[in-house]
């Protein structure tokens, strides 16, 4: 009887009782939908740039502002990730220099190009810009399908909320989620091997023999 009655009803409307009706009989709401083992929530990274406008002349970055700088970049709690440009018209290498030795302090270089930040920058001034990251995954968690029905045999609603989640949170440059490191990574594996080499190289010790040493004379 109920599937004559759907057959005789226009198709939508049909469709529409149909679902109503499987949900009453589950006793909950939502079905998942998601028939694959993909996680429908990925990390999701998010980019902020932070300026600072400071005084230049022909001999760079004078030692007040070189303060400024250094106090700034200090209370940023520069770390591992962060990105930092010169956005100078002038393009002074004294400039640059100056932010690059203060820079190094936190073991970050700076940057080639500067990004798009908003505004101008004035004559007699240099912004620097920090550039931050930081990986979330939104909509989690997500627990929006409650029924215990499941025809369509798909994965929790809440599925890779908690890899995910966690992956963005450790992850210490979130933009390596969006494409791998790329820098010096080779030279950092043939650095770290150099004490390994040097050790399997190295000439045995007891290959010359024993040392012959009289007990004679008392030395």
């Not at 995910?164 to 992850?171: R, T, V």
């Amino acid at each position: 009887m109920i599937t004559t009655a759907f057959r005789s009803l226009p198709k939508s409307i049909g469709t529409a009782l149909a679902c109503s009706l499987a949900v009453a009989v589950a006793g909950c709401g939502g079905i998942p939908t998601n028939r694959s083992l993909d996680s429908v929530h990925q990390p999701v990274v998010e980019q902020v740039n932070y300026t600072l406008d400071v005084a230049s002349g022909p001999g760079g970055l004078s030692y007040p502002e070189q303060s400024r700088v250094a106090n700034w970049f200090q209370s940023m709690n520069l770390r591992y990730g962060d990105r930092i440009a010169v956005d100078d018209p002038l393009r002074s290498e004294s400039t640059r220099a100056a932010v690059e030795a203060i820079a190094g302090r936190y073991g970050i270089m700076v940057s080639g190009d500067a990004p798009v930040t908003s505004g101008y920058v004035n004559a007699g001034n240099v912004r620097i810009v920090v550039s931050r990251s930081k990986a979330f995954v939104p909509g989690c968690p997500n627990w929006s399908a409650t029924s215990d029905a499941n025809p369509n045999n798909a994965t929790s609603t809440n599925f890779g909320c908690s890899v995910n989640s966690n992956l963005a949170s450790m992850i210490a440059n979130p933009e390596h989620l969006i494409k791998g490191a790329q820098s010096q990574s080779d030279t950092v594996v043939m650095s770290s091997t150099k004490a390994i080499d040097a050790y399997r190289s190295a000439t045995p010790t007891g290959t010359g023999g024993l040392t012959a040493q009289s007990t004679q004379s008392g030395k």
